[in-house]
């Protein structure tokens, strides 16, 4: 997989107390492509993007693969080389715009301040800056001289996404970037996103439980459960043609799927495997409507289709 | 939805203009804050009008504090010494204007090192590895059980009474008070989202030090120093009181009301007229302190702007 700009292989990532929150991932990101990463709470989506930008929280260790970006090793890097590669090569917007601004510095102070590693004079820096706000529907000049709480969570998010893409990255990760907003805001992000990307060109790795968005935005999604990719499919294949048990429970668990009126919603029945001590086989067998015997020996890795992947014993090569 | 879009920006841009100009003045909207509330107001006042006092003390003063004239000892207030005279005659204004001095030169040099020496070790044990942090937060914890009463009547002990002594007693048991809250301010701002979109953008770590952490952890510390301004000039009034801080005969407010004490009965008005400064500057930083609280409030300050 050469023409992966991010490529994550067979990484695994063990939390303090032995808990196993990424158990052999292999996923690729190509150049301007839009990937969706979707799962439900715990599952390992916040963890592997911030393993595909190396900054894992204190006390993550990684037990084992590698994460190339363009071909470069991001685990044998130094942690100088690697803040090299943040923000030019690779860069992430947060879950929460209202705690991403230093609070004490201007937006303008700080999107000049994020181009620590660019060249070029402060006064081009600031023109840059101002350059990518008025892209993300910000006026510049107002934008530039506000402090962060002055401004709207959804204007923040717009910021933030601006001062991600300040250095034109290859890849930007976004991690729930439209949890903490509202709708109509959540409608305006993506759609801010999607013509970002085509306009910037970069990558996109877009880590949300939501699939609406992951329907609006994404070529591709990456469904994960329990630490493991467990389906990679085009979007459309995906909603249409659900192959993996887990994702086909996923997608009848969105309340906007429903067609009659019911007493309850949908759930998924049981709950995720202790990832301390995580079962030898499917992990997803317990809860698997489709489980046998052979469900307690590790799932096959199968290629229904070119683009497809599913990690299942039910599903025919 | 790209009418949306082209709307939610537009609608704020209008008040954004006021705001703009409003953000540029943000020092001076501060001490307006500050200014409006009756206690900061006050506070400022005082400690202006005894910062005052002891940077002007020489042209002040109406007489030399040192000079004696046993003639007029004990002498009660009077148009010639407004605040009377002591037991050797000198004038109590004068002395007391020059106490100023006194006790400010040391409350601020001593509450000034402690606070840069805790802010420097406080962000290495907030920021720092781990083991270093383990070793500063022991020696914290053990210098801060001395009691600062005891420590400095031990250390005077050994090294003898004086200003620098006090300085030091001051200093020794201040860091830790002052690294502990930055330690803790700076351990939880560094788990902070915008922490980490700095460093996810490529900032170094004595980048995201100085320039993001330092400014949203003084805040509190500035607060602290205010307060703790008048607990230094009570603990250099209380050793000259006893004879162990500022050697006579320099004027000191402990000293005149040790002096004082001495003759209470033939001369009160000595006692109250050494009172009054120690009570109005301690009141003074105290209010100061509050005030500041509010006034260093990014979100208090737009509000009021």
Known sequence: MSEAVLNVEDLALSYPGGVQALRGVSLQVRPGEVLGIAGESGCGKSTLASAMISLLSSGAEITGGAVYLRGENLMALSERDRRRLRGREIAMVFQDPLTAFNPVLRIGEQLVDFQVNAEGSSREKRRRAAAMLSKVGLEPDLALSRFPHELSGGMRQRAAIAAALLMRPAVLIADEPTTALDVTMEAQIIHLLRELQAEVGCAIVIVTHHLGVIAELCDRVAVMYAGEVVEVAPVDDLYHDPLHPYTRALLSCDPSALVEHTG?????????????????????????????????????????????????HKVAP | ????????????????????????????????????????????????????????????????PLKLDVMNKFQPPSWAHPAGTDQLGRD??????????????????????AGIGGLILGMIAGY??????????????????????????????????GTDTLILVVVTVSIPAYARLIRAQTLGMAQSDFIVAERAMGASGARILIRHLLPNVVGPLVILLSMDVPIVIMLEAGLS???????????????????????????PHMVLIAGLPLVLSTLGFTFLGEGLRDALDPKLVKGGA
Do not use: K
């Open chain 2, 241 to 267: 009181y006893l004879n162990l801080g500022v050697r006579p005969p320099t004027p000191s407010w402990g000293n005149i009301l040790y002096d004082g004490y001495t003759s209470l009965r033939s001369a």
């Open chain 1, 264 to 312: 309850h919603l949908p759930t998924i029945g049981g709950r995720l495997p202790d990832l301390a001590d995580p079962p030898p086989g499917c992990a997803f067998a317990p809860r698997c409507p489709l489980a046998s015997e052979s469900c307690a020996t590790p799932p096959p890795r199968v290629r229904p289709a070119p683009a497809r992947e599913v990690l299942c």
């Open chain 2, 128 to 161: 720092g590895p781990r083991w270093l942090d383990g070793i500063l937060v022991l020696i914290f914890d053990s210098v801060s059980s001395l009691p600062m009463i005891m420590l400095a009547l031990a250390v005077i002990t050994i090294i003898g009474p």
């Open chain 2, 92 to 113: 109590l204004l004068s002395r007391i204007i020059y106490g100023a001095r006194t006790a400010l030169s040391i409350a601020l040099t001593s509450v000034g090192l």
């Open chain 2, 1 to 64: 939805m790209p009418s949306d879009a082209e709307i939610a920006p537009a609608e704020p841009a209008r008040q954004g203009r006021e705001r703009r100009a409003a953000g540029r003045v943000l020092h001076r909207s501060s001490l307006r804050v500050l200014l409006r509330d009756p206690m900061g107001a006050l506070g400022l006042i005082l400690v202006v009008t005894f910062v005052g006092m002891a940077v002007f003390a020489p042209w002040l003063a109406p007489y030399d």
